[in-house]
């Protein structure tokens, strides 16, 4: 750390990698600055990594010293979860979706971005989601610049009415997606269905 200022700069990185000093006169110092690369993974959260940093005199080998320190990897983690409270509606029927959020990472997830996209046999029902979505354009439902603290959880819930016309047997999905920051990345939320609806008959009666 040639200038003392703790931050590694342009200049010290084109110097490369220090492995020998110059002389250390009386009462003086030299500063260094470690780096660490660890591996982008969710795996990583929690775990703790140790730095040794060695210093040996060529002159005096019994001149030697050692720094050890330690760091936790700290990362955020959104994991989305969607559900409707009926599986075998009829058409016609109105049901209830819920998005289960959480955060399993031991920092907050900012920037929370959720986008769901309905399947074209249903209507968003107006008002009914809370949270209210911040925009719906036809299909689209998006919430953002939401937030969940460490180890967090939240949901979202909204009603959509199935069209009378939808033919019995109809498998109905939506499309779910999200993405958050976590420190300097934009990451994509992970995402799973835990149940859909399929269509038992026709909300269509006729009278001859």
């Avoid at 940093?53 to 320190?69: F, G, H, I, V, W």
């Avoid at 929370?112 to 209210?132: H, I």
Wanted: aromatic share 6%; net charge negative; glycine share 8%.
């Amino acid at each position: 750390d040639a200038n003392g200022d703790q931050i590694l700069n342009a200049a010290e990185l084109a110097a490369g990698p220090v492995t020998r000093t110059p002389e250390i006169l009386e009462d003086r110092s030299l500063n260094f600055l470690l780096r660490l690369s660890l591996p982008d993974s969710a795996t990583m959260i929690g775990k703790t990594d140790a730095y040794t940093l060695t210093a040996t005199s060529e002159y005096n080998p019994d001149k030697s010293t050692s720094l050890t320190r330690s760091t936790t990897v700290q990362a955020a983690l959104l994991v989305l979860q969607e559900s409707v409270n009926s599986t075998i509606p009829r058409a016609g029927d109105r049901v209830m979706f819920t998005i289960a959020c959480s955060n399993p990472g031991n920092i907050q997830a900012t920037g929370v971005r959720l986008n769901e996209v309905l399947d074209p046999r249903l209507r968003y029902v107006t008002g009914s989601a809370s949270p209210a979505p911040d925009t719906v354009a036809g299909q689209m439902l998006v919430w953002s610049n939401m937030s969940i603290p460490a180890w967090g959880n939240g949901s979202i819930m909204f009603q959509v009415d199935i069209l009378n016309n939808v033919p019995a047997g109809t498998e109905i999905h939506n499309a779910l997606a999200g993405q958050y920051i976590d420190g300097p990345n934009i990451r994509k939320a992970t995402e799973t269905e835990k149940n859909f609806m399929t269509v038992q008959g026709s909300g269509y009666t006729t009278v001859d």
